[in-house]
């Protein structure tokens, strides 16, 4: 029963799904969404990875163009072997739950990985509740433990609410009711369900950080997400032509190995590369 009640609160708990949706991009069809498609697409034909994420974005949620899981998928792989953490999280999902093509759980796990070790927050979590759940990997409780460390001690409130509520139980053998008040303590201020917790042991809840404190603070408004993409185009437009990194050996950069890669910028070059070397690495 104390298992099944862990489960539960995982699924209520923040980012306990995946969610692949952009931030403030919701579908349009409008012509200035359709031009800030173009846009980008024109980009992604020079391999710029900012560009082929944003197509991704585009495709998954139908913004300037009809939505496509397949062609999302594809963006995020090829930006994913660029390095990008947030496109090799989604790309991790979308072949764990066969969003845009058939699942391949195998595939699924190495793309999280991969994110994992670009230290992304959310991929650290959904991996380590994945091992806590056994869903779609063999469960494995001191995994789960050390992942969800990780991105607690970086200040993710859902593994510090998570690791909270398995210290606050003996599940797996590992209780510990000060940490778990800790970890309860840290996401508070994110975590309404953390806040309650507090409130229900009656332990003060965490105070909002001073504005008085004789440091400048900063209040970051983010920008309106057509501004945002505007500057992004204004920045490829202005960069130099980004030419292609042919990596030697895709299978290089997962195992930390230096295998050299080569830098092309010639149009026609890279076009008959495209054709006929690169293709099966990109896709």
Request: aromatic share 10%; proline share 5%; charged share 20%.
């Amino acid at each position: 029963m104390q298992l099944f009640r862990i489960f539960l609160l995982l699924l209520l708990s923040s980012l306990s799904y995946p969610s692949l949706s952009s931030t403030q991009l919701e579908p349009c069809m409008s012509a200035e969404c359709v031009q800030m498609f173009k846009d980008f697409k024109k980009y992604a034909r020079h391999y710029s990875p900012v560009a082929m994420e944003a197509l991704g974005n585009f495709y998954m949620n139908g913004y300037g163009t009809e939505k496509n899981f397949a062609r999302a998928l594809k963006y995020y792989v090829r930006t994913g072997k660029y390095g990008s953490a947030t496109a090799q999280y989604k790309a991790g999902l979308m072949y764990l739950y066969g969003i845009g093509k058939d699942e391949n759980i195998s595939l699924g796990i190495s793309w999280l990985k991969s994110a994992v070790r670009n230290e992304y927050n959310p991929a650290i979590y959904y991996l380590g509740a994945m091992y806590i759940r056994g869903d779609k990997v063999e469960q494995d409780t001191e995994k789960a433990i050390h992942l969800l460390e990780v991105s607690a001690n970086n200040g993710h409130a859902a593994s510090q609410f998570l690791l909270a509520q398995i210290y606050e139980q003996d599940s797996f053998g590992i209780k510990d009711p000060s940490k778990a008040i800790a970890l309860y303590s840290q996401s508070a201020l994110k975590i309404e369900a953390a806040a309650q917790k507090l409130t229900d042991l009656n332990i003060p809840l965490p105070k909002q950080p001073a504005q008085d404190d004789g440091i400048e603070h900063i209040e970051v408004t983010p920008l309106p997400f057509l501004e945002l993409m505007e500057l992004k185009i204004a920045g490829l437009r202005n960069a130099p032509m980004p030419g292609f990194k042919l990596i030697i050996s895709p299978g290089c950069k997962i195992a930390k190995r230096d295998c050299g890669e080569a830098g092309i910028t010639d149009k026609s070059l890279i076009r008959h590369l495209w054709r006929n070397n690169v293709r099966r690495i990109l896709e």
